[in-house]
């Protein structure tokens, strides 16, 4: 033996019993660390739930090693529009541990959306620390919540000064209690009533937090979807109308703001995706903090429930029992029919479905998914109408009159609402961050539930980066991670960084893809081998482990 060996053993060994082992070193992949930037070679090595070591680690002491060659690591996704509250509270733990959202790669969802949240929210944090839940939570506050806990059920006017001084306390209340912000649903119940004074003022609230304001705007379209041109009056806000409130909400107040599951519907209103997107390059030049969050498809949640025919033609009040769960008494074909032996009703009917059927994607975008007569399934309306030699408009009573009568419209109906171009131009833009808008979903949930509640994320991996190159694979990546963690002033997640959080993704670029579709929805995504959260599987080998590892997230750390 060298003299000089003897002291570099001595070395060696001093190290090995300082270094404890890792608990997991994942291997020979490429890490895309969330930033966007390209790709590097290195091994990632986990300790008591954080990223310890990022670097060339093979041969270092670890409980346990993945071996990921040919495949990507990344951190995991955050989820900035979900609905997986509820089933983050469910007694079934199959349900809490979100199987359909961690099989995406989502490792932390941001709940509480469009206005509505439990309250208090220590209550919900409680409840979710008490369960276990599968991916990580940051809570919002309500608005609408906030609205209805002051107005009670007084709320289809502007609120009085002295009601917006006692939401603000409670919205004060919330940012004590550690939500990232408060989210708006101003298309529904009770937000729809809500000035924009009112808005600014309770973000303003929020602004010193650091919170978020993120909304459900009041229009998605040439106008907001409880409008019907036979009863209300014209003139209603545009998308653009909404987008600039928005903008305004967020340079009045100071705090950041999204435009949440941002979208142009309607095929009359198709391309408009263009203007939005200037309104908020220039407000963002002149230092307006607003972003976008976006799902990857060119069809709503609404879309799926598609009905053609006005409620108030066939006598149905509660646009509840559009999936069909009225009682079989309900006879919607001869109410249609007597609504139309009055020609002066007759001709608003017209006018309702035809105003329906453009915002619904026009013709040759609305696809009957069930119907009593099977050879309409998988056909577009304007196929059936072509087929018959009738107007669109035509075909859409004749749907009710043959259809199902005890449900309205007579057939189950999706709209493809959305343009791709649109998709693609607001996906393209280096603000708009990566969403569901799903809640959690098992496979026995029922033929309802949108595609996105299964395949958002590696959606977006497969058709919109890889297949497409409409973004490239960084940025599909960075959208979905270190963005939201930005927007959201979530500090120690979203990279892939010493010190981080172990959320991770271990996928495959060769096979990663969604397999859920609107005629079945209930299918897990392929390519997504390992999901870890605080260093935990929740996908282990492309199989769902279970795991109920997430936190509660809390603002500021
Ligand atoms: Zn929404």
């Known amino acids: 033996m060298s003299q000089t060996t003897v002291p570099i053993l001595l070395l060696m060994a001093a190290q090995a019993a300082l270094a404890q082992p890792y608990d997991l070193l994942i291997s020979g992949e490429r890490v895309l660390d969330g930033t966007g930037n390209p790709a590097i070679y290195a091994d990632v090595a986990i300790r008591d739930g954080r990223i310890a070591a990022v670097g060339r680690l093979r041969g270092s002491p670890a ?35 979100a199987p359909n959202l961690v099989s995406q790669g989502i490792t932390t969802v941001c ?10 929210l220590s209550a919900q944090r409680a409840t979710y620390e008490k369960l276990g839940i599968g991916p990580n939570a940051a809570l919002m506050i309500g608005h609408g919540t906030v609205r209805r806990l002051v107005m009670k059920e007084d709320y289809k006017r502007p609120a009085t000064p002295g009601e917006i001084s006692k939401m603000r306390e409670l919205v004060r209340l919330g940012m004590q209690e550690k939500a990232f912000g408060m989210s708006a649903g101003l298309e529904y119940v009770p937000g729809i009533w809500s000035t924009t004074e009112e808005l600014i003022s309770l973000v303003r609230e929020i602004a010193p937090f650091g919170g978020v304001y993120s909304v459900h705007q009041r229009s998605e379209s040439t106008d907001p979807r409880w ?3 036979s009863v209300d009056k014209p003139g209603p806000p545009t998308m653009l109308d909404a987008v600039e409130e928005t903008i305004r909400i967020g340079e009045e107040s100071g705090a950041t703001v999204v435009w949440s599951h941002a979208k142009a519907m309607g095929a009359n209103y198709w391309g408009s995706s263009k203007a939005a997107i200037r309104l908020i390059g220039r407000a963002r030049a002149r230092g307006v903090d607003v972003w976008t969050d976006q799902y990857p498809y060119n069809s709503t949640g609404g879309d799926g429930a598609t009905v053609l025919v006005p409620a108030w033609a066939i006598g149905d009040d509660a646009f509840s029992s559009a999936r069909g769960q009225q009682g079989a008494k309900a006879d919607y074909a001869s109410a249609l029919h007597r609504t139309m032996d009055d020609t002066a009703k007759a001709a608003n009917v017209r006018k309702d479905i035809a105003h ?3 915002r619904r994607g026009g013709p040759e975008n609305i696809v009957v998914f069930d119907h009593p007569d099977r050879t309409f399934v998988g056909k577009s309306l304007d196929a059936l109408a072509t087929a018959r030699g009738v107007t669109p408009v035509q075909m859409a009573l004749e749907l009710q009159y043959e259809g199902y009568r005890d449900r309205p419209g007579g057939a189950r109906l999706r709209g493809f609402s959305v343009w791709e171009d649109d998709v693609d131009a607001i996906m393209s833009q280096p603000w708009n961050a990566t969403s569901t808008d799903a809640a959690i979903a098992l496979p026995e949930d029922g033929p309802d539930t949108h595609a996105r509640y299964y395949g958002s994320y590696p959606r977006k991996l497969r ?5 497409r190159g409409v973004i490239s694979l960084e940025n599909a990546v ?3 991670t270190s963005l939201p963690a930005q927007i959201l002033g979530i500090r120690d997640r979203g990279l892939i960084r010493e010190g981080q959080a172990a959320d991770l993704v271990v996928f495959d670029p060769a096979t990663v893809r969604d397999t859920a579709t609107f ?3 209930h299918q897990y995504a392929e390519g997504i081998d390992f999901v870890i959260v ?3 599987f929740a996908v282990e080998r492309g199989k769902l482990t279970g795991a109920l590892a997430g936190q509660v997230l809390t603002r500021g750390r």
């Open 63 to 97: 409980t346990r090693t993945i071996d990921a060659k040919g495949k990507y690591v990344c951190p995991g996704f955050i989820d900035m529009h979900s609905h997986a509250d509820e089933g983050l509270a469910s007694e079934d733990k199959r349900r809490r541990a």
């Open 111 to 120: 709940v509480n959306p469009d206005g509505a949240s439990p309250w208090p």
């Open 227 to 229: 409008f019907q041109p």
């Open 356 to 358: 329906e059927i453009a």
């Open 463 to 467: 058709r919109y980066a890889l297949d």
């Open 478 to 480: 960075r959208s979905s």
């Open 519 to 521: 005629e079945n929805p």
């Open 534 to 536: 605080n260093g935990k």
